[in-house]
């Protein structure tokens, strides 16, 4: 501790420099603490205690096949399930078409699969007895000023309806609420419509539903449920795969886009030009003191005290752009999503990336700090001293 | 008083690339406690490079330095930096304080090395700058100071540990003729109240009548020891 004056007033010899440095540390441990929060969130999909009791059924060929809704009441029937619901994509656009919102047809059920979710029971009433009706999650309704009562516009980017058009028109019934007030659920942010409607109105995939939810009684039973229900479409036409909530996520997800080869791949190549970056600063600085730290070594701090001191200077200037870089992810991310309404989920950045983010100020700050550290422990004090 | 430094024999041999240099040949010499010694020479003579061995900042080719009874040609690294710390006090020609640090904090530097605390480093790093007649300058940094004045405080950094042997390399080399009288004042009453023993290089035959003998060296070797 009795050095830190020293390391301190060393970080701040060249004060645009230090500023400089520190503002490209900050950004790339912003940009860290953001994406890996999203990383994070993408991997924990699914891994809710609810989400254990449930499996999905979806073709075994591809997402995009159908199956038929008469596999519903074969699938009740599997020892170990206690409910079956059913929904299928449905691709709404409100007012723009790039104004995508998850909208899905479900069954009546549909609902009752997810308790991290809630709706009044009249509202719920509402929504059976309405054909047209829709639950809009609460953050959709915040967002575009929706109430119950309310028609709504939306445009099928795949369906049309009755009399050919991809324009559809429903009524707003209900809200769809987190169950907890703090928790955030997909559905908060996305419509559910009555599959008998959908159903009815389009002419394409009458009688077949996109995927099965189905809730076991007992999570530890799952395995064998799950192969009970593909066992049911083995040799047919139909045949089904059927998986955890969890592992269905991770395989929609990285049908998408693997999240966390992305996130790693734009990290290493940030982490990459940091390492250059400091490395070239902390060796300018080392240079540039050669005489002090040859006084320093004159007047009896040992060699393995000057290269403490250097690799010390480095890491606190890592450690300083990158705590300040967390932490203003850690602010910035939920204020991004209180500014959307919760739209874009930025998590505010989770215990685990804090350790690999202080994990990694460290390792960058020890890596480039390692030369010029090496360079000072070596310096011949009379050379130095000369100037050579 | 007895001999605090005393060479036998002392050589130091550089090599540049594939060639030898000898810089130092066969160097005896006997410097009591509480003398004040100034080296002159023309320019590679050696002096610096006897001042560095004295003081512990380089090691001889061949020959025996010993200072205060210790054999510091027998030191290693770590052990002769330790030497250093305890026992010699360094005044540069550029006086090479830390920019960034002030007055005070540059004196405290030496004591970092110590158990001391961190009020007791303070004090005495006051006291040493009163010594030198700038403790109103403790909270300036050398930039805000003028080379007369950095150099003195280069001295309370000097003595802040108290060594027995201060080493000064060109002390006044870099200060106008009346900063240098002030510096070398200083250094005699460092010298004659406080009992330092002090061996300066100087070219300045002006500086080196504040020291009490003066040996001359040309091309490594000692030619000749008057008494000022």
């Known amino acids: 501790m009795k050095y830190l004056h020293l390391i301190w007033a060393a970080l701040w010899r060249r004060k645009t420099r230090t500023i400089l440095t520190l503002v490209s540390i900050l950004a790339a441990f912003l940009l860290f603490g953001m994406l890996d929060g999203v990383r994070t969130s993408f991997a924990n999909a699914g891994k809710s205690a609810a989400g254990a009791e449930r499996l999905q059924t979806g073709s075994k060929l591809s997402f995009i096949e159908t199956l038929p809704q008469s596999l519903q009441a074969r699938m009740e029937q599997v020892p170990g399930v206690k409910m079956v619901a059913y929904a299928n994509w449905f691709g709404g656009a409100y007012q723009d078409p790039h104004n995508q919102i998850f909208t899905f047809a479900v069954s009546d059920n549909y609902v009752d699969m997810y308790p991290e979710v809630a709706v009044s029971p009249a509202e719920r009433k509402a929504f059976e007895q309405t054909r047209t009706g829709v639950l809009v999650g609460d953050l959709l309704a915040k967002k575009y000023h ?243 | 008083m007895g001999n605090l430094i005393e060479t036998r024999d002392l050589a130091k041999v550089y090599t540049r690339g594939k060639q030898k240099v000898e810089v130092l040949h066969h160097i005896d010499l006997d410097i009591a406690e509480g003398d004040f010694l100034a080296l002159m020479g023309p320019s590679g003579s050696g002096k610096t490079t006897l001042l560095n061995l004295i003081g512990g900042l380089d090691t001889p080719s061949a020959g025996i330095i010993s200072v205060g009874g210790q054999r510091i040609d027998q030191l290693g690294a770590g052990a002769l930096a330790k030497w250093r710390a305890a026992n010699v006090g360094f005044v540069f020609q550029f006086y090479n304080l830390m920019p960034m640090l002030s007055a005070q904090r540059n004196v405290e530097l030496p004591l970092l090395l110590t158990r001391l605390s961190s009020a007791e480093r303070r004090q005495r790093a006051s006291i040493a700058l009163q010594l030198v007649g700038l403790a109103d300058r403790a909270s300036h940094k050398p930039t805000e100071l003028s080379g007369g004045q950095q150099q003195r405080v280069a001295i309370a950094r000097a003595i802040v540990s108290d060594p027995t042997l201060l080493v000064c390399d060109e002390p006044t080399g870099d200060l106008d003729r009346q900063s240098a009288e002030d510096v070398l004042g200083l250094l005699r009453t460092l010298n004659r109240e406080h009992g330092k023993t002090i061996v300066m290089v100087t070219h300045d035959p002006k500086a080196a009548e504040y020291a009490n003998h003066t040996l001359h060296l040309d091309k490594g070797t000692l030619v000749e020891q008057a008494i000022a």
């Open chain 1, 146 to 388: 929706w109430k119950v009562g309310d028609k709504l516009p939306l445009q099928s980017n795949i369906f049309p309806n009755r009399d050919g058009s991809k324009n559809w028109s429903f009524d707003i019934v209900g809200v769809i609420h987190a169950s907890k007030p703090d928790d955030k659920q997909m559905l908060q942010g996305g419509i559910l419509m009555h599959w008998k409607y959908f159903d009815e109105s389009n002419p394409y995939n009458r009688g077949r539903v996109g995927w099965y939810v189905t809730r076991v009684n007992d999570a530890s039973q799952s395995d064998r449920v799950a192969n009970a229900i593909d066992a049911l479409s083995a040799n047919s036409d139909h045949e089904t795969r059927t998986m955890t909530e969890q592992a269905a996520m991770a395989q929609w997800i990285k049908q998408m886009a693997d999240v966390g080869f992305i996130v790693v791949s734009i990290m290493g190549a940030v982490f990459f030009t940091l390492l250059l970056l400091t490395g070239n600063t902390m060796a300018q600085a080392v240079r540039e003191r050669t005489s002090e730290l040859a006084v320093l070594k004159t007047i009896g701090f040992s060699s393995v005290s000057v290269l403490g001191l250097v690799l010390a200077e480095s890491v606190a200037l890592v450690l300083l752009g990158g705590v300040l870089g967390l932490g203003l992810a850690a602010v910035l991310g939920p204020l991004l999503s209180a500014g959307t309404g919760g739209m874009v989920s930025m998590p505010p950045v989770p215990a685990s990336s804090w350790a690999i983010g202080v994990a990694l100020m460290l390792a960058i700050g020890l890596l480039v700090g390692l030369l010029p550290a090496m360079r000072a422990m070596r310096l011949n004090i009379v050379d130095a001293l000369a100037g050579r």
